[in-house]
Structures are given as structure tokens and as C-alpha cells.
């Protein structure tokens, strides 16, 4: 089986910076965010890395964390 992509960074939501607005989800096109109904994470294992999340957060709740 191959072994899973390893990307360089990851991008993270600041639960205390999200407001909510599902801008990130309407821009997401693999499904990689998800919601609790308070605010918005990105699921790692079906992010791609693209950056839309990021650009589209009016609230600069996305940030782009490099992987160790
Ligand atoms: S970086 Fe791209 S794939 Fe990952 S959560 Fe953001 S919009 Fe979705
Ligand atoms: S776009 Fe930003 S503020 Fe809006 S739900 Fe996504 S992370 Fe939260």
C-alpha cells in the first residue's frame, strides 16, 4: 500500500479567532473543513494544502503551521 502524502505544513484554525462565517467551507473543495456547530477546523488527513481556507478567512483565523 502506498504510504499516505507528507506535506511541509499543515494549515490550522484558531478556534478563538473563528467567528463562524463558513467562508473556509464554501471555498473548500475536499471536504477538509468541518464544524461543531461553534467553529471550524480543517481535518488534516483530507486537506490538499491549497490555501483557499486561508484566503478566504475574513477574520485571519487561518494559519499556516510547518510541520516538524
Ligand atoms: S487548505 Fe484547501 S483543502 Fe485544506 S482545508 Fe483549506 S481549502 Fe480545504
Ligand atoms: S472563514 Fe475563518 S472565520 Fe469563517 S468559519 Fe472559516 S476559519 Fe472561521
Partial sequence: MAEPKKFK??????????????????????????????????NKDNCTRCGRCSRACPSDAVSKIMNA
Fill in 9 to 42: 505544513f499543515s494549515f490550522e484554525i484558531s478556534s478563538q479567532l473563528c467567528m463562524a462565517c463558513a467562508a473556509c467551507w464554501l471555498e473548500c473543495r475536499d471536504g477538509a473543513i468541518v464544524d461543531d456547530g461553534i467553529s471550524y477546523a480543517i
